[in-house]
Structures are given as C-alpha cells and as structure tokens.
C-alpha cells in the first residue's frame, strides 16, 4: 500500500490537534494506517534562514516532518500573500485584499523551499496529498524538483468566480500551478465549476469528460469532495455525564430557557456582526422573547496581526455592549460574547443546550460548526439549524433554515420560526440533516479523495 505524504501550512502537535478537532482528526487514520508523514510548517518563527532544518518526529503512531519559518517569510508568506491576499480575495472581500510584490514573492520563496525539504522524503508511489491555499504552488515546486508521483491538492477555501480570482496579480501562474496536481479538489460543486470556468474562460482551456480539465498545456481532474465530521464521536462528546452538568449548568444560571448559538473563530468572513443586528433585530420584531432567549456567541481569536480582524473585534465588542445596553436587564444578558476557544466537549454540551444553532457566514468553503451541532442534538427534542446560502454546507444540508446573511430580517425572521417551531417539524429536519452529516462524513471525504488519486491516470498530470 502506498505511504501517504500530508503537506499542510501548519502541523499542530498531535494530541492537541486531534482534541481540537480539524485536519489532525480528518487525517489521522489514513495516516496511522497508510504509515504516512505528515510535513509542514511547525509554528514556530526563526531570526536565521539558515537554522531552520527540518525535524522528524512521531506521535501515536503518525510520523511529522517540520520546518520552522523565518520572521520574514511569517510576514511575506504567512501574514501577506496567504492571509492580506488570498484569504480575503478566494472570500470575495476584494475591498480587504492587500497585494504587495514583496508577499506574492515571499510565497513563491516559500513555497519553493518547502518543495525542496520535502521532495527528499518522497519515495516511489508514495501518494502526495497537498493541503489549502497557502501551499497551492508546492506541487508544481516539487515537479520542478523531480517528483512523479502521484499529487492531490485540496482547497479547504471557496474557489472564487473567475471575476474575483483574476484580481489576484500573476493570477495565471497561480492558477497554471494547480494543473500540476493529478487532483484538484474542492468543497462544493459551484467552487469547482468556479475553476473550470477560470481554465475555460480565462485561460482558453477546456473542460473533458470525468471531471477533466485542460489548459496550460496540462491535464487535471477537478472534483467537488465535500468535508465532514466525525458524527459518532461528536454525538458522544455532547452525552457524557459532564456534558450533561453543563447543560444543567447553563439553565440554572441563566434567567433565559432558549439559546441561540454561535460559535465561530473570530473573522471578518464568519458575518458575525450581521448576526448581532439580526439578533437585536428579533427582539425589535418580537419583544415577546425578551427575558426568554440569550445569543451566545463564542468567538476564539485568530491572527491578530492582520489589521482585519482586530477591527472585527472592536466591532463585536460595540455592538454587544449596545444591544445589552438597550435591552438587557439586571437578570437578563441578551448577548453574551466569549473570545476564546473552548474545550470541544463544552462546545458539544453548548451545541446540544442550544434550540438554534446560527452559522451566517458571509462566505465559508464548508462550515463544520453546522456539521457539529446537528451532531450533538439530542434526537428526540433537537434544535434547528439556521445556515447561511453562502456557506458551503449549505449545498448539501437542504432542510436547513436558510438565509442570506446580508438581510437581517431575513435571519431574524428565520431566529422567530427556529424558535417556535413545533418538535415533529423539528425532528423532521434533524433526521434528514443528520443523515446527511452521516453521510457525508469525514472518512468519506478523505476514501474518496484518496481513491481518485490512486485512480488518475498517470502519476505526472500531462
Ligand atoms: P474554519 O474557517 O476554521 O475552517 P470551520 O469549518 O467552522 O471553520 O471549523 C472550525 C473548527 O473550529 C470547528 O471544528 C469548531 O468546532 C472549532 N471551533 C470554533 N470555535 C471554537 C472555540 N471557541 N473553541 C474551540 N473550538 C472552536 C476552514 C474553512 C471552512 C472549512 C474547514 C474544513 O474556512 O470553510 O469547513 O476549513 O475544511
């Protein structure tokens, strides 16, 4: 059986990272099992290039190859072309888009060097498995650096309308890497046709048959491979006896009987100030739930040197302090606003105590948090999922609520039938959502991505 080579921005210390969820959980088995290495960057920044070698590692059975980054290429690479650049441009937010030359060739650099430390540890018919935006040049890298084997590339990110992505300066280079990969993947169908339209309309390519694509010369297949969970162990997460503590916990506290829950990492594509005016916008169109319902929004910090997003944050922290201001009471929060992560069995147990979960982002490649809660609903009185149309989730979970973020009466409206709606509807809609999260879960996800590329017909993309 082939080894399976990971290439992601960060490796997180192992155990950590499977108890906090993401990439560590998603690819752990077929890593264990495909006696696999897990190589990228390991967090930590460095004064001197030249110190930065590269560290073998192994954890519960899964083998690590890292490299630390130099401060200046955390600040090109890292903080400039990944997060000013792509980030905001793959989400639509040209007016956040920062495109300096000095970031664009400090990614190159970058990307270039981490070719060069891991086509060393590539053998024959290994299966190279290359992961999200900030690693899109690598497989071209590790082509220049000799590599045939077979090469996967999948983007976590939307893929955005070709109007958007050809605002990215060397848009075609970019895009010309991608064809070096024997698979691209995507989260949803619309961000793979979004990519063929690109190779298309743009770069005078065409589109074949089996999902494949040709420009630049070269061949790719482009495929929607929608993420997912792990349902089983989030459901039993949110049913232990400590979850079930803190949910008692939670409704002795609280003067409130209904929650309406978000939990987001704090960025400006999650729409979380839009949320925050719904929500105040509920209480406006129905003063009847004063006193009765409390949003909580759990919103850890993330990279806090990026100018966006301290500016989210000041924002959040206004328009909570306004609408508790104006409505809140000596025994009653509208808004309660956390900024820090969580343990995920606490957010299971909130997940589970919530009658609304509210997952309104502006844009979002899939959005787990919608997977999870549904996960930890309690089948026989489950809440309601209230899911923006831009989430790539929504693509797939149908019989959820779903709003457009921008309209927040719309989703005040959509908060009112969430909570009023009666428990056979309810039920209704957990039993087809949740079969859906079963469905298409996590181990589905990295099967079927795996077997396409051991299926593509020939380890260099022609
Ligand atoms: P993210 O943008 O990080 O991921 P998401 O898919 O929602 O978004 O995953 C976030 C994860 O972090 C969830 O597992 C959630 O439970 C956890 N989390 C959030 N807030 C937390 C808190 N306060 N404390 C602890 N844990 C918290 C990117 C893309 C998504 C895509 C994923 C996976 O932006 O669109 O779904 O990758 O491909």
């Known amino acids: 059986m082939s080894r399976i080579i990971v290439a992601s921005n960060r490796v997180t210390d192992i155990d950590k990272a499977v108890q906090s969820g993401g990439l560590a959980v998603a690819l752990e088995d077929a890593l264990q099992t495909g006696r696999g ?29 890292t490299v630390p980054l130099s401060r200046r290429d955390y600040e090109e690479y890292y903080l400039g072309f990944s997060n000013r650049a792509l980030w905001p441009t793959f989400h639509y937010r040209l007016d956040l888009a920062v495109y300096e030359h000095a970031f664009l060739e400090g990614y190159r650099r970058v990307n270039q060097r981490l070719a060069q430390s891991l086509a060393a540890l590539i053998e024959p018919d290994d299966l190279v498995w290359v992961h999200d935006y900030h690693l899109i040049p690598l497989g071209d890298e590790l082509r220049k650096q000799g590599v045939k084997e077979r090469m996967g590339f999948f983007l976590h990110i939307p893929f955005p309308s070709p109007d958007f992505f050809t605002a990215i300066p060397d848009h075609a280079w970019l895009a010309e890497t991608l064809f070096s990969y024997d698979v691209v993947g995507f989260q949803t169908a619309t961000d793979a046709s979004n990519f063929v339209r690109y190779a298309v309309e743009i770069a005078g390519g065409e589109a074949l048959d089996g999902d494949r694509v040709r420009a630049f010369g070269k061949t790719t297949i482009a495929r929607a491979f929608p993420i997912g969970i792990d349902p089983d162990s989030v459901y039993e997460m949110a049913h232990t006896p400590e979850a079930d503590a803190q949910m008692a916990r939670l409704q002795r506290r609280s003067m409130a009987n209904m929650f309406v829950l978000g939990v987001d990492r704090l960025d400006y594509t999650k729409g ?51 609408i508790n201001g104006e409505f809140g009471d000596f025994d009653w929060t509208p808004v309660r606003y956390i900024h820090r992560a969580i343990p995920r069995a606490t957010l299971t147990a909130l997940f589970r105590a919530s009658q609304v979960g509210l997952v309104t ?30 989430a790539g989730a929504a693509e797939d979970l149908v019989e959820a609520i779903t709003v457009n973020p921008y309209d927040a009466n719309e989703v005040a409206e959509a908060l009112h039938t969430a909570l009023t709606m009666p428990t056979e509807e309810r039920r209704e809609r957990y039993e087809a959502l949740i079969q859906r999260v079963r469905t298409n879960n996590v181990t589905r996800w ?9 299926s593509a017909p020939s380890g260099r993309a022609s």
Not at 37 to 47: A, C, R, S
Not at 446 to 454: D, S
């Open 37 to 65: 290495l897990w190589f990228g960057w390991d967090g930590t920044t460095v004064d001197d290039d030249a110190a930065a070698g590269i560290r073998l590692q192994q954890y519960n059975g899964i083998r690590t190859a």
């Open 272 to 322: 979380l100030p839009g949320r925050m005016r719904a929500f105040k916008r509920l209480l406006e169109l129905h003063p009847e739930l004063m006193k009765r319902v409390t949003m909580m929004q759990i919103s850890p910090p993330t990279r806090e040197e990026v100018e966006a997003y301290t500016d989210i944050r000041q924002e959040l922290e206004g328009l909570s302090g306004s």
């Open 446 to 454: 990295r099967e079927a991505f795996l077997e396409a590329l051991r």
């Open 361 to 390: 982002p502006l844009r979002d490649g899939m959005n787990l948090v919608a997977k999870e809660y549904i996960a930890s609903q309690d089948p026989a009185d489950p809440g309601v999922l209230v899911l923006s149309k831009f």
